[in-house]
């Protein structure tokens, strides 16, 4: 299962990350968030040492997801370096998802 990061660790864990890390702006509320969990699961044991996938809970860290302009959930971000690079919304097959990291 990934990680979820809060405010209080996302700088250490996202922005000063030494590799590139996929986050999931989700909602426990949200459906398709619950449907897309179990991809983000298996892309966090596919990029296992290649990339970091954590998940950010939208309503326990509000300033993150105001930080990235995050409305509608699912949304997922690649950053790179400590920067957003990539960003998806909506719960996208495993495929599509996968390209975010090319």
């Known amino acids: 299962m990934s990680e979820v990061v809060t405010s209080q660790n996302f700088q250490s864990k996202v922005l000063d990350a030494d590799k590139p890390v996929l986050v999931d702006f989700f909602a426990t509320w949200c459906g398709p968030c619950k449907r897309l969990a ?22 326990q860290s509000q300033d993150i997801a105001a930080r990235y302009r995050v ?6 971000i690649l950053f790179k370096n ?8 909506g719960a996208q097959p495993k495929p599509v998802l996968m390209t975010l990291f090319d």
């Open 38 to 59: 179990p991809i983000i699961d298996e892309i966090a044991a596919d990029m296992d040492g290649k990339a970091y996938v954590y998940k950010v809970d939208v309503d």
């Open 71 to 76: 409305s509608s959930m699912p949304t997922l």
């Open 82 to 89: 400590g920067e957003p690079v990539k960003k998806t919304i």
